[in-house]
Every structure is written in structure tokens, then in C-alpha cells.
């Protein structure tokens, strides 16, 4: 009789899991408690997978051998609860889909920059020819890439929610780009129970993997000394004492050093620019360097890169005033890099669905920089509170449109209009992407 699995969630992990199910032969039920996209409609349909849509029908799903859980579904909620009481086991989709690939994974997670990281790496290793494919979350659903093609490598960007339903998985090179407080709604308001999800990256290392961080991080720093790491460990740090590192930014060029070769390049090589750009690809040179990337294919293709959208990405400059999306910084340290970034006087727009801020770490920054708040969100309440004596003026705003009409109103020549939410997006938006869009074409729009 075939094994049952059950996937809790249509969007593009749950998906691909169900599609890598079929395709190996398992009796496959997908549950969505919401409306399922028309696009993942037509890939079950094709497939001929079971599903549901607006409701979880328990009977079905606690008849499972083993549950799917996408990354959106919280743990907590009870009917999760319900499935471990049951004994069933609940894993990721990441989880499932590494039992079917041979293919060896550099696996990427942090609060900031994994996305940039993952995507340098992914660029500098199919420059170099490697056989590699892009997934996790970005790009398609690993799952779906298992089920689709055949790669020597995969690098995944993996997030602290695919964390938590890891089990038997082992990334062969990880990446923790860096620790600060994000998404804490989902971990009882605990840091510590954060940290603990991201250092699951190194989960089932053994001394012929790889684990790379940055010394500068204090929260990496500290979870490397209190756990005993089986993985080779490589650093990542600006000149500050940390002169032991792998990859060492010291004035305006880098050093890497992974094998006592060691090579440098420039600041002004590099495509992408700013401070938490140059650890990104600090990360990005001592992983592609430890595969036996060439030095000058890296210099190369860390020169030719393209920046990822909604991250500090240029929209237009009207009438003077610079616009700049950064719709995917949803946490305050994202914020921290953009504001630090910016040069000109700034007008920010943030807010949203705020994940247990705390907007300290902001403060000298704004007073420096920020000659206007706007905010875009429905309750806007701790962002007003916190910074309503540290800036001239604060504005509400119900949609991107508004918010950029607001910003145009008050932007002289040579000031900076940033997106830069510090909040998830979804009280007034699907996700950060449309978020971003819908901003980009309010200032085309003007």
C-alpha cells in the first residue's frame, strides 16, 4: 500500500512537494486552508494531485503517514498539534525534497542578505560552468527542481521557518549571514528561540562540510562558542581585530584566503555597493573559492552582477528626488542598512505588520537622516509612538499610491524617497514583492 502524504499548503513549496510526491510514487493529499492560486491549480490538476481548498478536512489529513508543512504555517496552530499528537511527522519541504537528489547543497540563511548571497552564489558558480540550480526561497520550490531536472549542485536559500521542520538534512557548505531580531511573532517573542531555529543550518554537519559566518555579528559569534560544531569553519569580517578571518575588508579591497592562496579585489569591482553588500560577497567568495572557483572567474562575475529587486533597488529620480524600493527589508536591521547606505537627506516610508520591532537600533540614524516618516500601514501606532519626537513630521498612509503622492508633496531636490518597511507586508499586500511593484508604478505614475 502506498505511503500517505499530506501537504498543508498550496503556494509554491506545497506545490512542488505534492509534484515530487506523485512523481515518486506516493498517495498524495494537498489541504489549503485559503484560495489556491489558478497557477497551482493548473499544476495539480495537471499532475492529477487531490486537493482542497478553503478548509482543512482533519479526517483526511490525520489519515497522512507523514505532513508537508509549508513555510507559512505556523507550528503552533492546533491543528499542526493535533497531527504531532498523533505521532505523524511533520517536515519542510526542503527536508523532503534532499531525500531525492544526490546533488550536493550550498544552503544559505541569516536575517539579512541571504537572498543577495544566495544569488551571488548561484551566479558565480553557473558562470563557472558548474552544473546548479536555484531554489529554496527563491527562485522555484526545491522540490519542484528535484522533481524537474538534475543538477550537480543546488544553492538554497532557506529561511528559519524551513529550519524549524529539518530533521535528517545536511547542507554541504552553510551560510549564516548574520542574526538579528526578525519574525519573533512566530517565536514567542524569544530570541533565543530564533537563534536556535538559524543555527539549525548547521544541522547534521560532519568535518567534510563547511560552515561559514561573519565575526563581525555578535549573535553568530556568541552561537558558534557556545556549540560544538563538527563542520569546517571559514569567517567573514571588516578589518576590526578580526584579522584572522577568510575574508578580510580592509580600507578598499577585499582578501580571501580559504587555502593559503589568497587573492584580492577592489570595492569599486564589485557590482554591488555598501556595507552589508560587501560581507554578502565576502560569504559568496569563500564559499564558490572552498568549490574550486577560479579567482578571476569570481572577480568577474562578482563585477557583472545585478541587483536583486525590492532590495535597495533604483526606481527614478523626478524632478531631483531619487526613489529607491527596498520593500524587502522587513526587518529593523534591513532598514538599518539601507538608512546607513543613503547619503541625502531621507524620506522614509515604513510600517506594515510589525513582527516584535524594537526600533532602537534606528534612533541616531533617523535623527541624522530623516527629515519625514511616512507610514504605510493599517496600525501604524509603535512606529508613531517611537519616533514621533525624532522626526519634523509623520504621515499615514493606506496604499503605495498615497504614500508616494505624500512623499513627492514634501521631496525637495536632492532628497531620497525609501521604501524600507522594517514591517511583513501583509495587512495591505500579498507579500513584499507586490508591495514593492505597486510602489515602483505609483512613481512612475507621477
Known sequence: MNRKIVILGAGESGTGAAVLAKKQGFGVWLSDSGTIKEKYKNVLSHHEIAFEEGRHSEVEILDADEVIISPGIPLTIPLVQKIKAKGIPVISEIEFAARFTLARKICITGSNGKTTTTLLIYHILKNAGFKVGLAGNVGDSFAMQVATHEYDWYVLEISSFQLDSMFSFKADIAILTNITPDHLDRYAYNFENYINSKFRITRNQTAEDAFIYCLDDEESAAGVRIRDLKARIFTTAFQSGNNSANAICSGNKITINTNNNPFTMTLEEL?????????????????????????????QSLGAFENVPHRLEYVACIHGID?????????VNSVWYALETIETPVIWIAGGVDKGNIYTKLEKLVEQKVKAIICLGVDNSKIIEFFSDKVVAIYETQSAEQAVLTAYSIGK??????????????????????????????????
Open 413 to 446: 531636490k536632492g532628497d531620497t524617497v525609501l521604501l524600507s518597511p522594517a514591517c511583513a507586508s501583509y495587512d495591505l499586500f500579498e507579500n513584499y514583492e507586490e508591495r514593492g511593484n505597486k510602489f515602483k508604478q505609483a512613481v512612475r505614475d507621477l
Open 323 to 331: 526613489f529607491i524600493n527596498d520593500s524587502k527589508a522587513t526587518n
Open 271 to 299: 557590482a554591488l555597493q555598501g556595507k552589508h553588500n560587501v560581507y554578502n560577497s565576502m560569504a559568496a567568495s569563500v564559499a564558490t573559492n572552498l568549490l574550486g572557483v577560479r579567482k578571476e572567474s569570481i572577480r
